[in-house]
Structures are given as structure tokens and as C-alpha cells.
């Protein structure tokens, strides 16, 4: 019986696997790191704000002129900021630590395409639901407001207007993040495979002799 050197008896996966595993790694840790990122930044301009006002949104809170922004909104009868998303918030960390768990497991057993799938649900995700929010915020004014606007959506992408404030948004660096986690997803599912192993060929059973 021929036995293998212990070096060729580790090699458990054939290493087009161990290239996909590791690009699945690189996912997994890329979509966990985004969740402590900026992911979008929204700016007002107006001529009384000559620096404009930011706000800065992550996936588990806001940053940046807060205040400035509600008191600003109280005059239009906007809710306040904070009180948005609140449960996306909360649960957030739990969320992203899940899916990027997830998407390794799912190269792990060789899910092809899954990866993929798991890692674009939290940039897909975070977009339908900012927008969403975008959208309520803008179509739950209070009429009794000292300023009345017709109901409005926030864009989420480029420029707009809101009364006499110009808006600026665009995606920050947690975002981009995530695209790279689906990148490297999709590195993962698509990498060829290695053959798996074939049988040993059969042999034909030698005709019987003659009898004695």
C-alpha cells in the first residue's frame, strides 16, 4: 500500500476552494468593518450657511449638524432626525455581524451564488430603506407648521432643493465598503472549481479457467 506524505494528507480543500474561501473572507471582514463607517452624507446650502450644513449617516446613528438640521425642519413641520429608523439602528451591529457571518458560511458549503445574494442585501438594504424614510419625512408634515411646503422626497443621489436650501448628497466611505464586500463575493462564487475526484477504473474480472 502506497502512503502519502502527511504534507499531501492536510491539503483538505484543492486550493481553487482555499482561493475562494479567502476572497469569502475578505467580504465577510470588509461588511463587518462597514458597520463603523460613515455611510452617507447629506449637505444644505444656503446663503446664510456659507460652510452649508452637514449631516453624516451611520448605520447606527447620525452625526455632523444635527441640531442645526431639526431646528431648521421644526419650521417646516419635519420630524426630528433622530427619531428615524429606529429599530434599523438598534439592531444594526447584530445585522451586519449576521449577514457577514453568513456570507462566509454560505462559501463554506459551497453555496455558489448565496454569497453574492447575502452580501448585497446590506447596501441594497440601507438604500430602499434611507429612501423610504426620505419619503415619510417628506410627506409627514405637520400642516400647522409655521412654514408650509408641498410634500417632498429628499433625493438621495446628487442635488435638489428644499425651499430656499440647496441639497447635496452622495455615499461615504462605509457604503463603498459594502461594494467591495460584493465584489469580493462575487470572486468567490464565480472562481472555477476543481475537478472532484473520479473513481479508479474497474476491472474487468478475469474469464474463469478451465476445469480441472
Known amino acids: 500500500m502506497v502512503t502519502l506524505p502527511s504534507s499531501a494528507r492536510s491539503r483538505t480543500r484543492p486550493p481553487r476552494v482555499r482561493g475562494s474561501l479567502a476572497f469569502a473572507a475578505i467580504a465577510s471582514v470588509a461588511l ?26 451611520f448605520l447606527y446613528g447620525l452625526g455632523g449638524d444635527v441640531q442645526e438640521v431639526d431646528t431648521i425642519n421644526h419650521y417646516i413641520g419635519m420630524a426630528r432626525l433622530e427619531d428615524a429608523a429606529p429599530l434599523e439602528r438598534a439592531w444594526s451591529g447584530w445585522i451586519v455581524a449576521g449577514l457577514a457571518l453568513a456570507l462566509f458560511a454560505a462559501a463554506v458549503v459551497r453555496l455558489r451564488w448565496l454569497p453574492i445574494v447575502v452580501a448585497a442585501v446590506l447596501p441594497v ?53 459594502a461594494l467591495v464586500a460584493v465584489i469580493f463575493a462575487v470572486f468567490s462564487a464565480t472562481r472555477p472549481r476543481a475537478p472532484g475526484p473520479t473513481a479508479p477504473p474497474v476491472r474487468a474480472a478475469p474469464p474463469p479457467g478451465p476445469a480441472p
Open 32 to 57: 463587518g468593518f462597514s458597520w463603523f463607517l460613515p455611510w452617507w452624507q447629506f449637505r444644505l446650502l444656503a446663503p446664510q450657511y456659507p460652510q452649508g450644513l452637514e449631516l453624516v449617516v
Open 125 to 177: 438594504g440601507f438604500l430602499v430603506d434611507t429612501w423610504l424614510w426620505l419619503h415619510h419625512y417628506g410627506h409627514s408634515l405637520d400642516p400647522e407648521a409655521p412654514l408650509t411646503l408641498k410634500a417632498f422626497t429628499p433625493v438621495l443621489f446628487g442635488e435638489g432643493h428644499i425651499g430656499q436650501f440647496g441639497t447635496r448628497a452622495s455615499p461615504m466611505a462605509g457604503f463603498w465598503l
